[in-house]
């Protein structure tokens, strides 16, 4: 193929715009299309007057960033609409408002965002004392689910650090205010962020207060350590005459007091024999309930 028979910009202009106008001016055209964002349904006047993410407006969240970025010795707030890559990582189990209030906030942080969420591994927690009730799996699927979302990292480290950055292209990473000082944060994770912090790559976003607080979860991974107290409850819900809410009266006594710490003694065990038995009954019902699908 020799170089005459490739079509010039005068020959598209022939082809495409009888006027002769320019592939540029043809482009310019195109302009009037208004860019694809998320929409989002208006909040109720309830969450409203009860949770204090929800009346923020893009305007006000952009405009929190560009201040906390502008008054940080090494970052500021870009002036250009160059798509940025924003990343934020967490368990998510199990998934709240606050956690969506936190995804919404960093999407809306700039004007033009690619929100990239990472969803830290099962076995990652597992090291780091924390026991998912829901699989890595499922997580993973629920943040592909959420409008705020544009990309899911399943292999998420439990710490960031340099290369991570440079290699997924990460401009900024959200971290929610207070986490810092939060004891239930845990501290390894936020010596990644420390090292973001000093860059000037963090950006903050404000926690939602007056949440309901999220539900105590029994992993399913737990079910092989509590057979004992399984094959307790079973033993017990077999006993003929048995009543769940029948506790027997603990005595009382008006002996000497060397008698009646004996008696006192004697009174705490059978309080926490009282609340052993309790906690194997639950085991035992919990394990014959159906599955939920």
């Known amino acids: 193929m020799d170089s005459s028979s490739v079509l010039s910009d005068e020959d598209y202009d022939v082809i495409s715009n009888p006027g002769q106008r320019s592939l540029e001016s043809s482009i310019a055209d195109l302009h009037h299309i208004p860019a ?31 201040k906390a970025l502008n008054a940080s010795s090494a970052g500021k707030y870009p002036r250009d609409n160059i798509t940025r890559r924003v990343y934020v990582d967490g368990v998510f189990d199990v998934l709240t408002i606050g956690h969506v209030h936190q995804l919404r906030q960093a999407k809306l942080s700039f004007p033009s965002v690619h929100l990239i969420v ?36 399943h292999d998420a480290p439990w710490t960031v650090n340099d290369r991570f950055i440079i290699d997924k292209r990460i401009d900024y990473l959200a971290l929610e205010e207070g986490s810092s000082v939060n004891p239930e944060f845990d501290k390894e994770r936020l010596k990644g962020y420390d090292v973001a912090k000093r860059l000037g790559r963090v950006l903050p976003t404000r926690m939602t207060t007056r949440l309901t607080a999220a539900p105590l979860l029994v ?24 009543n769940t809410f029948m506790q027997p009266p603990l005595k009382t006594s008006t002996a000497t007091s060397a008698d009646s710490k004996t008696h006192d003694i004697g009174a705490v065990g059978a309080m926490e024999d009282l609340e052993a038995i309790e906690v194997a009954e639950r085991c035992a019902r919990k394990q014959r309930q159906p599955v939920r699908g």
């Open 118 to 153: 990472g969803v830290l591994s099962d076995e990652q927690c597992r090291a780091h004392n924390t026991t998912p009730h829901f699989s890595h799996l499922e997580r993973c699927e629920l943040m592909r689910h959420c409008r705020w979302v544009d990309e899911v990292l």
């Open 219 to 242: 992993s399913r991974n737990l079910s092989e350590d509590i057979g004992a107290f399984q094959e307790l409850a079973e033993m017990v819900l077999e006993q003929p005459g048995h």
């Open 36 to 66: 694809l964002t998320t929409y989002e349904l208006p909040p109720s006047d309830a969450a409203r007057e009860r949770l204090s993410a929800v009346t923020l407006s893009p305007v006000d969240i952009q405009g929190y960033v560009q």
